[in-house]
């Protein structure tokens, strides 16, 4: 496979994430290909909810075929017992042995056909993993030890990957990245490496990305974590699984967990908070800063859009207690990253960026991909058109910044009014500072 056929496809995926022929056609260009870390990328942030089940069998194949289980869970979530099968190994591969005998159970029962005689018998949990649980025919299950999980790579993002930003990476160096890499010094003062950090801002600009570049500064390894794949329909399942990733993290350590969307386990807990909830929160809490809890060398990042719907309790100190805000990029931003975005295109280098820069004021990274994918599109008819490849010119990019809107202003306007009447303990001194320089 050209990998410049599969360039082209997955930026064909990227313009359309919700197509599934293109999603599909990608897929199997990357199946082909030697390198291709790029849809790897792309399939670990994109949303599997628009698309058919073949399409997402064929992600998490793939993602499974990388030594990528988390990501490829995601994608194998579904009432299909095709997904059930899918899971199931993704689950094993994670060492989640007991789950994943449970799935398999449960998608054959509705489809025999789809019995796998390789995968039952990797499907054999210690006695200790579950007292209930049985095997396929129902006996008790027992006698093999769980099998070593995947490692995780270190990224090879860092910070002169990230375009803009350059308070926020300062911030993260001085907070986070001198203990790990200055350690006999903050020894000396009691200070160990590690922690929580809550990052927080509009969507689509770059806390994930920011915190797969803080592991690639330090050298560590970086384990993403998705709340809904930790959730499990099996009493005390949840908290396992929660106490496993602490536990890997310890044993890869430097290693940074990072919890996306961290209010679907973080929300301020009322009266309707189950108990099955609570004793996940209990285990998220107590594996971060319980007593015996040894996270040296672990650094807990979360990111979340709405920080207002954090309970207190995980602010406190040992906890999340550096909260760092993630702003819509400024112009010197905006321009690191378009030039970034826009590497190794046809007619980049001739590009005069200054009026896309100033046109787009209040634009996420997400918003600033889009305009590049919309130019490019422009650029790709117009080829087919006249049957050789143009260049992007100032019109396609022009054209691409008119079409495209700011996704940002919807939560800027609500996160004003929770600095205004809202502001505890200073926690949004940082998005009225912003608001107050953009006048916005």
């Known amino acids: 496979m050209d990998l410049s056929e599969l360039d082209d496809l997955l930026d064909a995926a990227r313009a359309a994430p919700q197509s599934g022929g293109v999603v599909r056609a990608m897929l199997r260009a990357a199946g082909e290909a030697v390198d291709c870390d790029g849809a790897l990328d792309w399939l670990a942030t994109a949303s599997p909810t628009p698309h058919a089940n073949d399409t997402r069998l064929m992600a998490s194949a793939l993602l499974l075929g990388h030594a990528r289980p988390v990501e490829a869970l995601r994608w194998a979530e579904g009432e299909d017992a095709a997904l059930g099968i899918a899971r199931a190994r993704a689950e094993l591969a994670l060492g989640h042995v007991a789950a994943a005998a449970q799935t398999y159970a449960a998608a054959v029962e509705v489809r025999p056909e789809l019995a796998d005689e390789a995968l039952e018998a990797a499907l054999a949990v210690p006695a200790e993993a579950s007292a209930n649980v049985v095997d396929l025919q129902g006996r008790p299950i027992g006698g093999q030890p769980l099998p070593e999980p995947p490692a995780h790579r270190r990224p090879t993002v860092t910070f002169a990957d990230v375009g803009g930003l350059d308070e926020v990476k300062a911030e993260i160096r001085r907070k986070i990245i001198l203990p790990f890499t200055r350690k006999a010094l903050f020894d000396k003062f009691k200070k160990k490496a590690g922690g929580g ?244």
């Not at 809550?198 to 970086?222: I, N, Q, S």
């Not at 305009?371 to 260049?391: G, K, R, T, W």
């Not at 910044?401 to 609500?414: D, I, N």
């Open 197 to 440: 950090i809550l990052l927080y801002g509009p969507p689509g600009c770059g806390k994930t990305m920011l915190a797969r570049a803080t592991a690639g500064e330090v050298d560590a390894a970086f384990i993403p974590v998705s709340i809904p794949e930790i959730l499990s329909k099996w009493l005390g399942e949840s908290e396992k699984r929660m106490a496993a990733l602490f536990a890997e993290a310890r044993d890869k350590a430097p290693a940074v967990l990072f919890f996306d969307e961290i209010e679907a386990l973080a929300s301020r807990r009322g009266a309707s908070e189950t108990t099955h909830t609570g004793a996940l929160v209990s285990t998220f809490l107590s594996e971060m800063d319980g007593v015996g809890a040894d996270n040296e060398g672990v650094l807990v990042l979360a990111a979340t859009n709405v920080p207002w719907a954090i309970d207190p309790a995980f602010r406190r100190q040992g906890r999340f207690d550096r909260v760092l805000f993630v702003p819509p990029p400024d112009a010197t931003a905006r321009a690191a990253i378009l030039k970034l975005m826009l590497t190794e295109r046809p007619g980049a280098e001739g590009l005069n960026l200054a009026p896309i820069v100033s046109a787009s004021s209040g634009f996420s990274s997400a918003d600033l991909a889009q305009v590049v994918d919309v130019a490019c599109d422009e650029a790709i008819e117009q080829s087919l058109d006249e049957n050789h490849v143009v260049d992007l010119t100032d019109a396609h990019m022009a054209t691409a910044v008119r079409a495209t809107r700011a996704t940002t202003l919807e939560w800027l306007t609500e996160a004003r009014n929770f600095a205004k009447f809202a502001n505890e303990g200073g926690l949004y001194d940082d998005v009225v500072a912003f608001l107050d320089k953009h006048k916005r």
